[in-house]
């Protein structure tokens, strides 16, 4: 049974299911008396529904929390990486990768050249290259 988004099931599925039975019935008889007990009968069903509400809403922040957990340890090792890999590059690397993120243009792709200083005109080839704005 779905109430408004929230799940019942079991036990409490079948005490909502015979509170509004018995809600129902009270309006169908409607009497003075009665106004009393269906307030006390939606009273009821509503504290149900708002424990089952809490209920999702505290699995919902465990999973949040985890997520988040997860995404602070990634993070923590891209940013490990990172000093690795800056540690490691060349000036020469370090220079064509600050001019790409300057333009804004993709780094360019690995070549089978021989190792050894890059040229000038190989660091600026990824601008000369660009089809467009960039995004």
Excluded at 52 to 73: G, S, T, W
Excluded at 88 to 94: D, K, R
Excluded at 95 to 118: D, I, K, L, R, Y
Excluded at 121 to 129: E, F, G
């Amino acid at each position: 049974m779905r109430v408004r988004g929230v799940q019942v099931q079991g036990h409490d599925e079948m005490a909502m299911k015979l509170l509004f039975w018995e809600l129902e019935q009270h309006l169908k008889s409607s009497s003075g008396a009665s106004v009393v007990a269906i307030d006390n009968k939606i009273e009821q069903a509503m504290d149900l529904v708002k424990s089952h509400l809490m209920y999702a809403v505290r699995e919902e922040v465990e999973v949040l929390k985890e997520q988040i957990k997860e995404l602070i340890e990634r993070n923590s090792q891209l940013e490990q990486e990172n000093t690795l890999l800056k540690t490691l590059a060349s000036p020469e690397q370090m220079a064509q990768f600050q001019a790409q993120v300057q333009t804004g243009s993709p780094p360019a792709p690995p070549t089978a050249a021989t190792p050894g200083p890059t040229s000038s005109a190989t660091i600026t080839q990824p601008a000369l290259h660009s089809s467009g704005p960039s995004a």
